[in-house]
C-alpha cells in the first residue's frame, strides 16, 4: 500500500519581533488557536394543523428525543409559539431543518422549521 503523507507539525506562527530591553530583540510565539464552530439551534414553529403526534415523531426521529422529551418539547411549541429542537453545526442543523420540512411536506403538514444562530 502506497504512503499516504503526513504533513509536517504545524509550527506555532512567530509574531511581532520587539525590543526585549538592552537592545535584544525576542521573538513573541503566538499559538495559533483554532475557534470552535458556530453553533446553529433548530427552531420548530407552532401551527394549527400539523398533528401533535406527528411533530412527536419528527423529535424522536430527526432530533433522538425521548418520548417523554419529545412530549415536552412539542407542549411548548404549542403553548409557546416556538421551541429549540436541538443545537448543531450549521450543516447539520442545515440538513435537519431540510428532512424535517420534506417530512412535513410528505405528510402533508404545513410544519414549519428554522435554524438561527445560536
Ligand atoms: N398546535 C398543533 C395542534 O394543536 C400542534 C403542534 C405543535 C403543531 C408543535 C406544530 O411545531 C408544532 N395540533
Given at each position: 500500500?502506497?504512503?499516504?503523507?503526513?504533513?509536517?507539525?504545524?509550527?506555532?506562527?512567530?509574531?511581532?519581533?520587539?525590543?526585549?530591553?538592552?537592545?535584544?530583540?525576542?521573538a513573541?510565539?503566538?499559538?495559533?488557536?483554532?475557534?470552535?464552530?458556530?453553533?446553529?439551534?433548530?427552531?420548530?414553529?407552532?401551527?394549527?394543523?400539523?398533528?401533535?403526534?406527528?411533530?412527536?415523531?419528527?423529535?424522536?426521529?430527526?432530533?433522538?428525543?425521548?418520548l417523554?422529551?419529545?412530549?415536552?418539547?412539542?407542549?411548548?411549541?404549542?403553548?409557546?409559539?416556538?421551541?429549540?429542537?436541538?443545537?448543531?453545526?450549521?450543516?447539520?442543523?442545515?440538513?435537519?431543518?431540510?428532512?424535517?420540512?420534506?417530512?412535513?411536506?410528505?405528510?402533508?403538514?404545513?410544519?414549519?422549521?428554522?435554524?438561527?444562530?445560536?
Amino acid at each position: 500500500m502506497p504512503d499516504t503523507p503526513v504533513p509536517p507539525p504545524r509550527k506555532p506562527s512567530v509574531g511581532p519581533r520587539r525590543e526585549g530591553g538592552q537592545g535584544a530583540v525576542v521573538a513573541e510565539r503566538k499559538t495559533q488557536k483554532t475557534q470552535p464552530p458556530r453553533m446553529y439551534q433548530v427552531v420548530m414553529l407552532n401551527d394549527d394543523y400539523t398533528p401533535m403526534e406527528f411533530v412527536v415523531m419528527v423529535l424522536q426521529e430527526y432530533f433522538k428525543r425521548d418520548l417523554e422529551t419529545a412530549t415536552q418539547i412539542m407542549l411548548k411549541i404549542h403553548h409557546e409559539g416556538r421551541g429549540v429542537c436541538g443545537v448543531y453545526t450549521k450543516d447539520v442543523a442545515a440538513t435537519k431543518v431540510e428532512l424535517v420540512l420534506a417530512a412535513a411536506k410528505r405528510a402533508g403538514h404545513p410544519l414549519q422549521c428554522i435554524m438561527e444562530a445560536a
